[in-house]
């Protein structure tokens, strides 16, 4: 475990001149354990939202200090940078995966290579854990460009007619209870979200603690960052489920799954139309049991004309995305670009795959860009 410090010399400028204005010396590493709160303290710093960052620092088993990269100048943290620890699926293989995250400096510090230096030493660190690739989310493509990581295409799918699908209405939408359903729900999982390549791997625990943690940072506060959780009954068994939750002021269905088979595929519509059927305000005409108070998550309190579409993930699954815009629901693809990868150990990854490692990244990067796989909102960071 490195836990010395690292010297950082940064230099200041001014305009298109970058001029030496000053040189100082900063503490660039790990976290120490009793600096916790003084990391979420600077988070609270970027929008004012502190429990967002908690959820992820406190209720994620595998966050651990080594992970939390700060800059600390003097008597104050002034940058920090975090790697979320995941794996996902590469070829049926479960391959770790370092999720880079809560990237920020203060605003009085930026634009003097701090947080460049904290990136260097995420690269150094993620490398050193064992972490094969690495993935983030960002607006700054050219800013981590910088350090290795590559924006890749993928889709997102808007499905604004989704309360009208024409499905059977022998399913009943329940809401989900960890106890009774989530050995049904982590089966499904792994069966359905199991198939596709980028998905997360969840054990048990992974899977308590994503509950704990998954949601979404609210566009407007006071909105919540909850998730609310519905699985479709068939009989006695779950036929399919999904998660929604409400992510930058539109109802995000950030992970779902049914059942492989024939007919299962219309659980799935029939959750859709229910999910639709909420989000519209319209009369719910699908059966439901259980507690729907969170239902309130599809509709924006302070925007309620904001429009009523449910955004998610299909393009990975055309068998879906045929059976929805058969029912009356056609899919639209959204592209979006700040979704950005970086291959940490050629030679791992050739071991997994069989091949050279120059060849062994480039196929990661196929793997990553190809529309049959997803990663989905809930494994988010
Ligand atoms: C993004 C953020 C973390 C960058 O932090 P920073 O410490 O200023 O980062 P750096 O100084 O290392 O690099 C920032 C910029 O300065 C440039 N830069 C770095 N060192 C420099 C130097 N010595 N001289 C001139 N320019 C420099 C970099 O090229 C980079 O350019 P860009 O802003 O046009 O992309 C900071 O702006 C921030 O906290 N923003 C709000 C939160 C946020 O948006 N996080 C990222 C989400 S994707």
């Known amino acids: 475990m490195e836990r010395a410090a690292r ?65 600390r100048d003097g008597g104050q943290l002034v940058s920090t940078v975090q790697i979320f620890d995941r794996a996902i699926n590469l070829d049926r293989q479960a391959v770790p995966t370092g999720g880079i995250g809560s990237v920020f400096t203060l605003e009085e510090y930026r634009h003097k290579g701090v947080a460049s230096a904290l990136m260097r030493l995420a690269v150094d660190t993620m490398v050193r854990e064992g972490f094969e690739v690495s993935l983030l989310f960002a607006e700054r493509l050219t800013f981590y460009n910088m350090f290795g990581w590559r924006e890749v295409e993928r889709k997102f799918s808007i499905l604004a007619a989704a ?30 979200s199991g198939r596709f390549n980028v998905t997360a791997v969840r054990d048990d625990s992974a899977w308590r603690a994503n509950l704990k943690f998954a949601g979404n940072q609210p566009l407007h506060p006071g909105e919540g960052s909850e998730e609310y959780f519905v699985v479709c009954r068939d009989g006695s068994r779950i036929a399919a489920y999904a998660r929604v939750t409400r992510f930058h002021g539109v109802s995000m269905v950030m992970e779902y799954g049914y059942l492989p088979g024939g007919v299962e595929v219309d659980a799935m519509l029939a959750t859709f139309k229910y999910l639709g059927q909420s989000a519209s305000g319209l009369p719910v005409t699908v059966r439901t049991t259980g507690d729907h108070r969170r239902a309130s998550l599809l509709h924006s309190s302070s925007k309620p004309a904001e429009p009523s579409v449910l955004v998610t993930h299909t393009a990975h699954d055309p068998r879906l995305e045929k059976a929805l815009g058969d029912a009356g629901c056609p899919v639209a693809h959204h592209v979006d670009n700040n979704y950005m990868w970086r291959v940490l150990a050629p030679d791992k990854l050739a071991r997994r795959f069989a091949m050279a490692p120059a060849a062994a990244s480039a196929h990661a990067f196929e793997i990553f860009a190809d529309s049959r796989s997803v990663f989905w909102t809930a494994d988010r960071f």
């Open 7 to 71: 010297d950082l010399r940064f230099c200041s400028y001014s305009g298109d001149r970058r001029t030496k204005l000053q040189t100082q010396i900063m503490e660039v590493r790990s976290a120490h354990h009793n600096e916790r709160d003084e990391v979420l303290d600077l988070l609270s710093r970027w929008y004012g939202d502190r429990a967002f960052f908690e959820r992820y620092n406190r209720l994620d088993p595998r966050f651990r200090d080594e992970l939390c990269l700060v800059a």
């Open 163 to 192: 309360s009208s699908l024409d499905v059977a209405d022998h399913f009943v939408i329940d809401s989900f209870e960890i106890e009774r359903d989530l050995g049904e729900i982590a089966a499904m999982h792994r069966k359905y």
